[in-house]
C-alpha cells in the first residue's frame, strides 16, 4: 500500500509562485512514474505534469509547458511541482498519483493523493 500526501497549495496572486510537494510512505520504489493532475470546479480532471523514475523523463501539458516543473528526490520519496507565472485558470485542486506504466493518465493510476488546494486570484 502507498500513501501520498500532498502539501503546499494555498491562495497567490496572478503571476506569483508556489511549490507543492508529495510525500510517498510505503512501497513506492516500484512505480515507474509519478504525477501531478488537477481538477477545477465543474470540469473533468486533467492531466499537469508527470516524471519517471528511471530515465529522467518529463512529460507536461501544453496549458502549464514553459511555467511548472516537475522533479524528484528518491532519497525522501518526494516528487515536487514548482509553479511559476501562475493564472487565475490555474486555480484548481491539485492531486499527486504514482503508477508503474508509462505513460500516465488519470484513469488508470494506482494511487492517489487526497488533493491540496490553489486557488489564483486575478
Known amino acids: 500500500q502507498v500513501q501520498l500526501v500532498e502539501s503546499g497549495g494555498g491562495l497567490v496572486q496572478a503571476g506569483g509562485s508556489l511549490r507543492l510537494s508529495c510525500a510517498a510512505s510505503g512501497r513506492t520504489a516500484s512505480s515507474y512514474g509519478m504525477g501531478w493532475f488537477r481538477q477545477a470546479p465543474g470540469k473533468e480532471r486533467e492531466f499537469v505534469a508527470a516524471i519517471s523514475w528511471s530515465g529522467g523523463v518529463t512529460s507536461y501539458a501544453d496549458s502549464v509547458e514553459g511555467r511548472f516543473t516537475i522533479s524528484r528526490d528518491n532519497a525522501i520519496d518526494t516528487v515536487y511541482l514548482q509553479m511559476n507565472s501562475l493564472k487565475p485558470e490555474d486555480t484548481a485542486v491539485y492531486y499527486c498519483?504514482?503508477?508503474?506504466?508509462?505513460?500516465?493518465?488519470?484513469?488508470?493510476?494506482?494511487?492517489w493523493g487526497k488533493g491540496t488546494p490553489v486557488t489564483v486570484s486575478s
Open positions: 498519483a504514482a503508477s508503474g506504466r508509462w505513460p500516465l493518465y488519470y484513469y488508470d493510476m494506482d494511487y
